[in-house]
């Protein structure tokens, strides 16, 4: 308990569990099995002839199995109560990236996934209103963003060297992921004509196809680690690539048929051009990233 004090939501919450748990079962103990051994003890030529450390060493295992064997119908009750007694009233996501959990290489990581997950979901969030409302994000969202990001970054770094395969393998997926994290950023902060993409049909439909398949897949940010979901997404995203590499000539003719239908100057025709190699890079990137995450998930599996 005295070292959760400092530690985030997660490890007090697994403090409070242990401490509960151990608490139960000594006090089903105290009634239930230490009269049963000593019972045992007393009655039983068999038990009256183990060594003393061995009947320590049976009664701590039967203490641990009993607790177990008490909590299992309980699990469920005993998450609503943890949340009810130590609710998360964190006003920044930054609070889930706490020094303290560096020393737990394994806690670190699953608090940098968490808030990776967080960053990918708004970005991708923001890019779907750009592109289906026409919206900029603001300065203020921007500069948020980009806070999480360094904070992000930085805790990574700070993450010691493992020794552990599993750990080891987790970090790599985790920095493999921040990668593909920077550049879809950079693609957001790259649209300067979002609103363009919404007057020529081809771009839009483009555009829209993209926005449905995040829709799809991606309602909450729980669902990044969701194997299923990002399975999906990777199969779903790699056959829109692979649709537009194949008509990518025909939407550029589009745009040129369209620019002199509606005799548009130089400029606009420029930024349609420009939206098209935005798009085309937003659609290649956002799956590699699915691919990575699917990969991850899939090995998780195995």
Known sequence: MLAALSAPIDAKRTAAVHVIFKIISAVFAVFILMPAFLWLYKNNAYVSNWDNIILVAAFHTCFSLMGIFI????????ESLIMRLIPDHSPSVLQMLDRSSLS???LAINAASKVMNYCIFEVLFMIKKMIQESIQPSNDQLAKIDEYILALQFYLSEIPILEN????NNLIYLLRIMVYLRVLRSDLGSMTSSAEISTQPSLYHLALDYVQILDNHLTEAQDLITAKNMQDLDFDLSNLKQWNEAHRSEIRNDIVHYSQKHQL???YSLELFAAQRWLDRLIEHSQRLAKVLSEKYQIKTE
């Not at 395969?165 to 080891?168: A, F, N, S, W, Y």
């Open 165 to 168: 395969e599993k750990e080891q």
């Open 265 to 267: 100057n130089a400029a």
């Open 104 to 106: 737990v290489p394994a």
């Open 71 to 78: 909590f299992i119908p309980f699990l469920k009750q005993i």
